[in-house]
C-alpha cells in the first residue's frame, strides 16, 4: 500500500530516510491536501532507471521485428567476421 505523508512532515529527515529504505514502493508527498511530490531510496531510483531502461530497449527490439529490420543470427555473425576479416 502506497504510503502518504504530507509536506510538513518532511522536517523529520531522518524518519523520512527510513521509511524510504524500508519500503520498496514510492512515497507520495501532498501539499493542502493534493499530490505534490514523490520521494524514494537512492536504490529503488537506480532500480526503476534500470528497468526503465531494459523496457526501453524491449520496445526498440519490437519495433525492428515489426519493420522486419532484423538479421538470421548465422548471418549476422558472418557479417561480423566479414566486417574484420575474422
Not at 511530490?37 to 521485428?65: C, F, G, P
Request: proline fraction near 3%; aromatic fraction near 6%.
Amino acid at each position: 500500500m502506497p504510503q502518504i505523508i504530507p509536506i510538513k512532515d518532511l522536517k523529520n529527515t531522518g524518519e523520512i530516510s527510513e521509511l524510504c529504505h524500508s519500503t520498496d514502493e514510492p512515497i507520495f508527498v501532498t501539499k493542502n491536501g493534493y499530490g505534490d511530490m514523490v520521494i524514494m531510496s537512492m536504490e529503488m531510483y537506480e532500480r526503476n532507471m534500470y528497468l526503465n531502461t531494459v523496457y526501453h530497449k524491449l520496445n526498440e527490439a519490437e519495433q525492428s521485428i515489426k519493420k522486419g529490420a532484423v538479421m538470421d543470427a548465422f548471418d549476422s555473425i558472418k557479417s561480423i567476421r566479414d566486417e574484420n576479416d575474422l
